[in-house]
């Protein structure tokens, strides 16, 4: 074999690997020239707007739109085509509130930790035992979803609470001034203590009553027999107020007298028997008993006041871009 053989072949694949890089740095010269003219990252996620630089995503507008989507009726958008449109716009002007919100408690160096979040999360399902994970199935949520969107909430209370409830200030006697113009407001209804034992038939609620009758104490009674989830407590409803309860129980237990067993009443839970302890008549409160509701509703009104103030300030000073290219490609 020629001994020059092996360097010419050498030569031959040197000269190829040049010819296909060149190719290649070529190619790579026209992909991104295309990508540039088309306006597009080929390397980013898209979003759909920009607050003080910080991206709102389209695959995140997307899932907010179709929450809102699904809660509505089935024919609402297609009823109404400027509908679509203006809930398009709702939902991005609330991302935006929203991400002009979660820039400022970046700010403020505010945040939820991990045993927060896990404490709440423990709370809420205590709240909602055993029908959690079916409430979050019905409302075709994924947990995760959930639990990461009831993190973004946790953090707007603590910021709110922070940069704007925490300046909010009401004094006794502004407190005092406002009870003397609307003392109509505090005004004590007439409530009545009163005890119940409820069953399902009419026969038990019979025999019970010959039982009370004979002298049987109402609250021993009603422990063994009423199926009233204060039956743990002997039939114990605490103090009531007119209309708490539904008609025709109503009307039975504010004609008792302190002391009196009332009649077998029917309702669609069951029959019930009733025995009133204690009567307070209606009266007016004085300042002293209803400063804390008092000093309550001026607070709540004042931090109304003081969030729509502070978010309206927010926006003023927040640059937001909305990238209505892709907005219009999306919805086509």
Same mark, same amino acid.
């Given at each position: 074999?020629?001994?020059?053989?092996?360097?010419?072949?050498?030569?031959?694949?040197?000269?190829? /690997?040049?010819?296909?890089?060149?190719? *290649?740095?070529?190619? #790579?010269?026209?992909?991104?020239?295309?990508?540039?003219?088309?306006n597009i990252n080929f390397f980013s996620r898209p979003?759909?707007?920009?607050?003080?630089?910080?991206?709102?995503?389209?695959?995140?507008?997307?899932?907010?739109?179709? !929450?809102?989507?699904?809660?509505?009726?089935?024919? &609402?958008?297609?009823?109404?085509?400027?509908? @679509?449109?203006?809930?398009?716009?709702?939902?991005?002007?609330?991302?935006?509130?929203?991400?002009?919100?979660?820039?400022?408690?970046?700010?403020?160096?505010?945040?939820?930790?991990?045993?927060?979040?896990?404490?709440?999360?423990?709370?809420?399902?205590?709240?909602? /035992?055993?029908?959690?994970?079916?409430?979050?199935?019905?409302?075709? #949520?994924?947990?995760?979803?959930?639990?990461?969107?009831?993190?973004?909430?946790?953090?707007?209370?603590?910021?709110?609470?922070?940069?704007?409830?925490?300046?909010?200030?009401?004094?006794?006697?502004?407190?005092?001034? *406002?009870?003397?113009?609307?003392?109509d407001m505090y005004k004590a209804e007439s409530r009545?203590?009163?005890?119940?034992?409820?069953? %399902?038939?009419?026969?038990?609620? !019979?025999?019970?009553?010959? !039982?009370?009758?004979? /002298? &049987?104490?109402?609250?021993?009674?009603?422990?063994?027999?009423?199926? =009233?989830?204060?039956?743990?407590? =002997?039939?114990?409803? /605490?103090?009531?107020?007119?209309q708490v309860m539904p008609e025709p129980l109503d009307?039975?237990?504010?004609?008792? &007298?302190?002391? @009196?067993?009332?009649?077998?009443?029917?309702?669609?839970?069951?029959?019930?028997?009733?025995?009133?302890?204690?009567?307070?008549?209606?009266?007016? %409160?004085?300042?002293?008993?209803?400063?804390?509701?008092?000093?309550?509703?001026?607070?709540?009104?004042?931090?109304?006041?003081?969030?729509?103030?502070?978010?309206?300030? #927010?926006?003023?000073?927040?640059?937001?871009?909305?990238? &209505?290219?892709?907005? @219009?490609? !999306?919805?086509?």
């Amino acid at each position: 074999m020629n001994n020059n053989f092996f360097p010419i072949m050498a030569a031959i694949k040197k000269m190829v /690997g040049i010819i296909l890089s060149k190719n *290649y740095i070529i190619f #790579l010269i026209l992909f991104f020239a295309v990508v540039a003219c088309d306006n597009i990252n080929f390397f980013s996620r898209p979003y759909v707007a920009t607050v003080n630089g910080a991206k709102i995503y389209l695959d995140e507008y997307q899932v907010k739109l179709s !929450q809102k989507t699904s809660m509505l009726p089935k024919d &609402s958008l297609a009823n109404q085509p400027n509908f @679509r449109k203006r809930l398009e716009e709702e939902v991005l002007d609330s991302m935006v509130t929203d991400k002009i919100m979660y820039l400022r408690a970046q700010e403020l160096d505010i945040s939820i930790s991990s045993d927060e979040l896990e404490k709440k999360i423990t709370e809420i399902k205590q709240d909602y /035992g055993k029908g959690f994970y079916q409430l979050l199935a019905q409302e075709n #949520l994924r947990y995760e979803q959930w639990k990461e969107d009831l993190k973004k909430e946790m953090l707007l209370q603590k910021l709110i609470a922070a940069d704007v409830n925490a300046h909010v200030r009401v004094s006794e006697d502004e407190a005092e001034d *406002y009870f003397n113009e609307h003392r109509d407001m505090y005004k004590a209804e007439s409530r009545v203590h009163v005890l119940q034992i409820v069953v %399902r038939d009419f026969a038990k609620a !019979q025999k019970i009553m010959k !039982q009370l009758t004979d /002298g &049987s104490d109402f609250a021993k009674v009603a422990a063994e027999e009423s199926i =009233g989830p204060e039956a743990r407590n =002997g039939g114990d409803l /605490g103090f009531i107020t007119k209309q708490v309860m539904p008609e025709p129980l109503d009307e039975t237990i504010f004609k008792l &007298s302190v002391g @009196r067993v009332s009649s077998i009443v029917q309702s669609p839970y069951g029959f019930h028997i009733f025995k009133v302890l204690e009567i307070q008549p209606a009266k007016t %409160r004085s300042f002293v008993e209803s400063k804390e509701e008092v000093m309550s509703a001026i607070r709540a009104r004042k931090e109304d006041a003081a969030f729509t103030g502070w978010l309206e300030a #927010l926006k003023m000073k927040a640059v937001i871009k909305k990238e &209505s290219t892709v907005l @219009r490609n !999306q919805f086509k």
